[in-house]
């Protein structure tokens, strides 16, 4: 342990810590985001279905890099500027929202209908009955789905080394480019990667045995 | 629609084009060759073989694709291999991609009944022959919606390739973006980089719906 290498895990973790603020931002985004936007294609609102759905169909079939490097270097000419940490946290939450959007209506047209038939017997609208019925039950159908596509998100934080921004990724690559220790230094990267992808994971299970509802889904 | 900047722009980003497709392709054929090849072998009883295959799928599937690319880019070099970016990149994004294809082929050898293999061998079959012959045909109608879709991922992953260097769509777009930036006022940002989306979108989304559809058929 020279003092020298501890100088490095240093800088490598002051990028872990960007790129976990980066991706907190951007998951949040994304899911809520892709929330509202799963209620809407799921109760097939028209006109702003449709739009939805282009919307999502054009971010997933195009690469997040791309959409990275337009928000930094072509928007500016439309008159919009964003430093590299705006860039970073909007594209991961837009493009994001786009996977999370068909994970929700995937999640919410899961629930029983009978559920909601019960609802509306009971008197309640059809807007509270898929705030109260179809959100609480489809949103937790949705928790293994989103959690993968939240660690997608959190692993392609690395891509905003595109823009300039320091998160674990360019640190990691600028000491590499310095030192050469290749395998250290990925190393140490590659592993914070795998930890933090397996906290939310695990914290992901956690949620999904607190908020389950009992007996719900084990009878058919 | 005729503007004297489009020509050459046009031309060159062809030959990013040319490029990205080119290292698309090989990383798609070398990824599948290892998925298939890690996946059946994940079918092995063996247990330093089964734990092998759990480490390179957990390794690889849980690290950023950038992390890969840049590691075999800098570390190729260090064991005495010089290669250009170009095949560093396709290594890199192979190994990726190949743990990623490896965990889809051992989901779907999983689905196949294991009354299939004993079937099998109890007809004679060897143990390779019953993996190959009776399980695989089996196994690829689960296996192809999610591949075809992950196929998507690895074309959208070539863009990465720009990052160390490599003049493909992206890169070529950049680099002309820069160059109407130094001799003109306007550099066509917008326009450019919007057209690189295009061509993933052209590519992607029918492979997308192709995904979809066999999905689909296959539920039914």
Not at chain 1, 20 to 30: D, H, K, P, Y
Not at chain 1, 126 to 139: C, E, M, N
Not at chain 2, 39 to 51: F, H, R
Not at chain 2, 98 to 121: D, F, M, P, V, W
Request: include cysteine; glycine fraction near 8%; charged fraction near 10%.
């Amino acid at each position: 342990m020279t003092p020298n290498f501890l100088n490095e895990l240093l800088v490598l973790l002051d990028g872990l810590g960007r790129t976990l603020l980066i991706s907190a931002i951007g998951i949040a985004l994304g899911i809520s985001l892709g929330m509202v936007m799963g209620a809407v294609r799921h109760a097939r609102i028209p006109v702003l279905s449709q739009l939805i759905a282009c919307y999502a169909n054009v971010f997933r079939c195009t690469p997040l890099l791309v959409q990275v490097v337009m928000l930094y270097f072509a928007l500016p000419d439309l008159g919009i500027k964003l430093t590299p940490f705006e860039t970073s946290w909007l594209a991961l939450g837009l493009w994001g929202a786009a996977y999370h959007t068909e994970i929700f209506r995937a999640g919410f047209g899961s629930v029983n209908p009978n559920e909601v038939f019960a609802a509306r017997a009971l008197g309640m609208s059809a807007s509270r009955a898929f705030l109260d019925i179809t959100v609480p039950l489809g949103s937790r159908a949705s928790i293994p789905a989103a959690t993968t596509m939240a660690i997608t998100q959190f692993r392609s934080s690395s891509f905003m080394i595109a823009v300039g921004y320091q998160e674990l990724t360019y640190v990691a690559n600028r000491m590499v480019a310095d030192t050469f220790k290749v395998f250290e230094i990925f190393g140490i990267a590659a592993l914070a990667y795998l930890v933090v992808s397996n906290i939310i994971a695990i914290a992901s299970r956690w949620l999904e045995r607190t908020v389950a509802v009992p007996g719900l889904g084990v009878a058919k | 629609m005729n503007q004297p900047w489009i020509g050459p722009v046009a031309s060159h980003m062809l030959s990013g084009l040319y490029v990205t497709l080119w290292v698309s392709l090989l990383t798609t054929v070398v990824a599948t060759v290892i998925g298939v090849f890690v996946g059946a072998l994940s079918a092995s009883t063996t247990p330093w073989v089964k734990v092998l295959v759990r480490l390179y799928i957990d390794i690889f599937r849980g690290v950023p694709s950038l992390i890969t690319l840049l590691f075999v880019f800098f570390a190729l070099p260090q064991i005495g291999i010089s290669t250009g970016p170009i095949t560093a990149s396709v290594v890199g994004l192979a190994l990726w991609g190949g743990a990623n294809i490896a965990e889809t082929a051992r989901g779907a050898l999983k689905s196949i009944s294991s009354r299939q293999t004993e079937a099998a061998r109890a007809l004679g079959m060897s143990k390779v022959d019953a993996l190959v012959f009776a399980v695989m045909p089996q196994a690829i109608r689960r296996f192809l919606p999610p591949y075809i879709g992950q196929l998507t991922v690895l074309i959208q992953a070539s863009a990465l390739t720009s990052v160390v260097g490599v003049t493909d769509l992206l890169g070529s777009a950049r680099q002309m973006i820069e160059r109407l930036a130094y001799v003109s006022s306007d550099a066509h940002a917008v326009e450019i980089y919007c057209g690189v989306l295009l061509v993933f979108f052209v590519i992607c989304y029918p492979l997308t719906l192709l995904s979809d559809y066999l999905e689909r058929r296959l539920r039914s």
